[in-house]
């Protein structure tokens, strides 16, 4: 099964570039001839693709894993063949000549430029068709097409006990909402990565004594994951003197009409367990009958699926055992005899403990294993049971309980999802990814089809936000509106996905323990872990196949507080990889040069927090790479050679040492993702600056998605944004009042805008923004920071809006009547508000019934803020509120409400505005809201205060 999952990851990308083969030939005139013998390939990826997905959902030793294997090696041929002819292929770019003869002169020379790859590109294709003959693989594909199916069946034997550590209250809940509640039939769902304990808890409370006596009959159903209109019984407890043994046939499925017949007039419980798709869950539950007499159904489902059921009542998510449960679980299986781990196997425990992220069925099978007397109850055998516990529990083990959680998961996804969680294992395990970059790698990979209406990012996090729904990969941070800002897979997924991917050949990953890539393989993705041998050019053989390479070991240098820190680790870092520095002539530079030279089919090269300083000059050579990625990284200039990347998708440039972007940047006409800022120096602090752009013709590069942070000052270039007609996300610097009638015109243009900031050249000067009539209606995050001689009044009427930063604004009002606040008022969809030096005035009044959405507010540096009033029923969902750098304001508004606040920030506040908060600490009224943090709480005269808060940080300095 291992190496059949990668290579169903793989073909959906190698399809994606036959089609891409198809379009090429199209374009460049090919032969009809070649258009066949691409097609052909077409073809036998398609055949391949259903040969494997059906394996995938058979058992292990009804698969065969040399003809596996087979197909995976004629994969890669055809992906090698098809690259190659997109890399020595002459790309046409240039525009039609108005001159019929000189055109024709062009086509012909460019057709003879193109016959040579053409013509080995038809070679390709018949050596290709030599080896599948030569290994008769259609013939063993037809003759291995039938076998056993393979059951979904995550074993819970470790909870053989009695007993519910961590879900005492889940039971008693859930007992309740079936005996007690409604007497219509009540759906009761169940939801939770596999291992986490959904069968066990549900088999513990329908075998309650109460439950049993409460119903007239009980059943376990299964659904079939691929024929909806298969239902299988593993368990019942039907009355068998009423004849019901004709609902179930031999073979164990059910016959829902006789099942809905016998159901009539009966107070039933019915449990379909682990469910995986809405099509069977929806024909089931339409099926049985509700008497009103108080039956119940109890899905679980590993997938957050829309059941569309009018009598869904309640959701139990499982999102694994909190810490204090989880060492409980544990304790109880790997010492059975005390229940309690000793003094010097505390340290060790705890480290075997994290790995298994709360999996209740991981903590158990880990205890158990430990138990068995193979490891000696001593630090040094449980270090190195920490050391190969993906080994121990793995695929390839006597033991292996992740695959056995997760295999049925992985089978149950498309293709496409099965390329994009295989591609968490080039990242380390620990470490999150933000969704830009993760989306913006599978684009370049090809994993993401085309949908209509809809841009190949929405797709991608469309595909994103699935594995999340089923559990596979969770939410690290979140934008304000619940979008994904990052995620990771749990530590034992990434266990069971990191060999699939070695074993597959779909990930290669070098550290420590793995230094040396295998020869025998044509490596595809190379990822790097904190592991950097100096002699790159030799370590691996054939990097002419890689097409995606990941560096990693350097993402704190950004995270440092102090300064001084900051430039020492950044020393240290770049003395331990000075490998990676190619500023001199060293042999380590030079090294790295013949490495990435060879790289010749590259399309993704992420070098992010890498402290590289210049580009590799061969960066021009890498025809077909998509995805460039410095961020991070000490490079100063952008190298010519990058303009022959007419393939590039994403230039990623942020927070590096470049200051200008160069003129021919138009000529990467494939261009989605332009996402550029400096730093001022190494030392990585403060705000971000704008890369200059300038005479750039930046304009006709019509497929721009985000351009974001760039410095546009004079006319023209202001113009040409406004044919950036896709634009979602714009980000300007060094915006010049006078310029403001222009950008203006330029925005109301950019008709599917999202996000835009506009920053004036200076903290000091204003911005001009009033001169949009006929704003794009898509916008939902604002940021304006500059001065402001009154409030762009187009603001209001931007109903999608969900957050505005405004900064340096000093807006001051003529009306003492008007408020600073009134054109946000009527924003209903507005949740983060952060305002900072925004306005100068003595008075803030939030008005009754207004901000009803806002969650965050930020409200900083207003020097002249005496009084914050809130009136009844505003801010009423707020919470997290930060104030800080108010100087004269004395105290928190006492009408505040604070029913939702969850997290009080402050900081630089007067003493008189802490004694304040301190006094209403005390007094009971901000006591389920803040918490101190160390320094507050060695400071705090009062003995009480202490007692009187709970779970959220509030912290503050004073103003000196």
């Not at 020379?109 to 003959?133: G, T």
């Not at 729904?469 to 939410?475: E, S, T």
């Not at 990771?488 to 323990?513: E, M, W």
Request: charged share 25%; aromatic share 6%.
């Amino acid at each position: 099964m291992e190496v059949a999952a990668s290579v169903s990851a793989a073909l959906p990308a190698a399809l994606v570039l036959v089609n891409r083969v198809l379009a090429s030939l199209s374009d460049q005139g090919g032969s009809s001839g070649a258009k066949q013998d691409v097609e052909k390939l077409k073809s036998l990826l398609s055949s391949f693709q259903s040969f494997i997905k059906l394996k995938e959902n058979q058992k292990k030793d009804h698969v065969s894993q040399d003809l596996v294997n087979k197909i995976q090696g004629v994969t890669a041929e055809i992906e090698d063949a098809l690259d190659d002819f997109l890399f020595e292929v002459h790309m046409d770019r240039t525009q039609p000549h108005p001159n019929a003869r000189v055109q024709s002169l062009h086509d012909l020379a460019h057709k003879i430029l193109n016959y040579k790859p053409i013509k080995r590109l038809s070679k390709r294709e018949k050596r290709i068709n030599q080896i599948i003959e030569n290994h008769n693989l259609m013939d063993r594909m037809a003759a291995e097409k039938h076998g056993s199916e393979l059951i979904d069946k995550a074993s819970d034997s470790f909870f053989e006990d009695n007993r519910l550590v961590g879900f005492i209250t889940r039971r008693e809940e859930m007992l309740n909402q079936l005996i007690s509640g409604d007497s219509k039939r009540t759906t009761i769902q169940v939801v939770g990565p596999g291992g986490s304990g959904k069968t066990f808890l549900v088999k513990k409370v329908s075998a309650d004594q109460h439950v049993v006596t409460h119903f007239h009959c009980r059943a376990w159903l299964r659904l079939s994951r691929f024929d909806s209109s298969e239902v299988f019984v593993l368990d019942s407890r039907f009355d068998p003197t009423t004849g019901d043994s004709s609902i179930v046939s031999e073979s164990g499925r059910v016959d829902t009409t006789r099942l809905h017949n016998y159901l009539h007039q009966k107070r039933y419980l019915l449990v379909l367990d682990n469910v995986w798709n809405r099509q069977s869950l929806v024909q089931i539950l339409k099926d049985l009958p509700d008497q009103e007499n108080g039956s119940r159904v109890i899905i679980t489902t590993r997938n957050n699926i829309d059941v569309a059921d009018d009598k869904l009542k309640h959701t139990h998510k499982l999102d694994g055992l909190i810490e204090e449960e989880a060492w409980e679980l544990f304790c109880t299986h790997a010492f059975p005899r005390s229940g309690c781990c000793p003094n010097f196997l505390e340290k060790v425990s705890s480290k075997i403990l994290n790995k298994c992220d709360g999996l209740p069925l991981a903590i158990a099978a880990v205890g158990f294993l430990l138990s068995t007397g193979q490891w000696r109850e001593v630090e040094y055998d449980w270090e190195t049971f920490y050391n190969s516990l993906a080994h121990e529990i793995g695929t390839s083990s006597k033991f292996p309980i992740i695959s056995s959680v997760l295999q049925p998961s992985f089978v149950d996804l498309q293709e496409n999802l099965k390329s994009c969680f295989l591609y968490f294992s080039i990242f380390p395990e620990d470490q999150s990814v933000s969704r830009g970059r993760l989306i913006r790698s599978w684009l370049a990979e090809g994993f993401v089809k085309e949908v209509n209406g809809k841009t190949p990012e929405e797709v991608a996090e469309t595909y994103l936000n699935e594995l999340i729904g089923r559990n596979l990969v969770r939410i690290c941070s979140s934008e304000i509106d619940g979008r994904v800002r990052t995620c990771q897979v749990l530590r034992l997924y990434h266990d069971f996905i990191a060999p699939l991917s070695k074993d597959g050949n779909f990930v290669t990953v070098v550290d420590k323990k793995n230094s040396k890539p295998s020869q025998d393989k044509k490596v595809r993705r190379l990822s790097f872990h904190e592991y950097f041998p100096l002699k790159l050019d030799e370590m691996i053989s054939n990097a002419e196949y890689v097409r995606t390479l990941f560096m990693f070991g350097h993402h704190d240098i950004g995270t440092i507080e102090d300064d001084s820190k900051k430039e020492s680790r950044w020393k240290r870092i770049k003395n331990r990889i000075r490998s990676f520095t190619t500023s001199s002539y060293s042999d380590q530079d030079h090294h790295l040069e013949m490495f990435l030279r060879k790289f010749r089919l590259l399309k993704v090269l992420d070098l992010q927090q890498v402290p590289v300083q210049n580009l590799t000059k061969y960066v021009g050579s890498f025809i077909l790479l998509k995805c460039l990625n410095m961020r991070y990284t000490c490079i100063e200039t952008v190298p010519d050679s990058i303009q022959k990347l007419v393939h590039l998708e994403t230039l990623d440039l942020k927070y590096t040492l470049v200051k200008k972007l160069p003129k021919w940047i138009h000529k990467l006409q494939k261009l989605r993702h332009l996402l550029v800022s400096r730093r001022n120096s190494t030392i990585i602090s403060g705000e971000p600056q704008a890369i200059c752009v300038s005479n750039s013709r930046i304009g006709s590069i019509s497929s721009l998605q985000k351009v974001s942070l760039i410095a546009v000052e004079n006319v023209e270039d202001i113009k040409q944004l406004g044919r950036l007609k896709q634009l979602r996300k714009v980000g300007l610097a060094n915006h010049h009042e006078e310029n403001g009638r222009e950008l203006c015109e330029s925005i109301q243009q950019m008709e599917n805008l999202c996000k835009i900031k506009v920053r004036a050249a200076t903290a000091e000067k204003f911005l001009d923004l009033d001169h949009i009539t006929k704003p794009p209606t898509s916008i939902k995050h604002l940021n304006l920071e500059g001065g402001l001689r009154r409030f762009p009044s187009w603001i209001k009427s931007l109903s999608s809006l969900v957050k505005v930063v405004l900064k340096s604004s000093k807006l001051r009002l003529k009306d003492e009547s008007s408020s600073p606040l009134e054109n946000l008022e009527s924003l209903q969809c507005l949740m983060e508000l952060e305002m900072v030096d925004y306005y100068v005035g003595t008075k803030l009044v939030f008005k009754a019934n207004t901000f009803k959405s806002l969650r965050k507010l930020h409200v900083e540096q207003f020097d002249e803020l005496k009084e914050v009033v809130v009136e009844t029923m505003a801010l009423v969902m707020l919470q997290k509120l930060t104030i800080c750098k108010c100087e004269k304001l004395k105290a928190l508004p006492t009408s505040c409400c604070l029913g939702k606040l969850e997290e009080l920030v402050v900081y630089e506040m007067s003493g008189d505005f802490i004694d304040n908060i301190k006094r209403r600490i005390n007094e009971g009224q901000l006591k389920n809201h803040v918490q101190r943090s160390n320094d507050e709480a060695s400071s705090s005269s009062s003995s009480n205060a202490g007692h009187a808060l709970s779970r959220r940080i509030m912290s503050y300095r004073h103003i000196s």
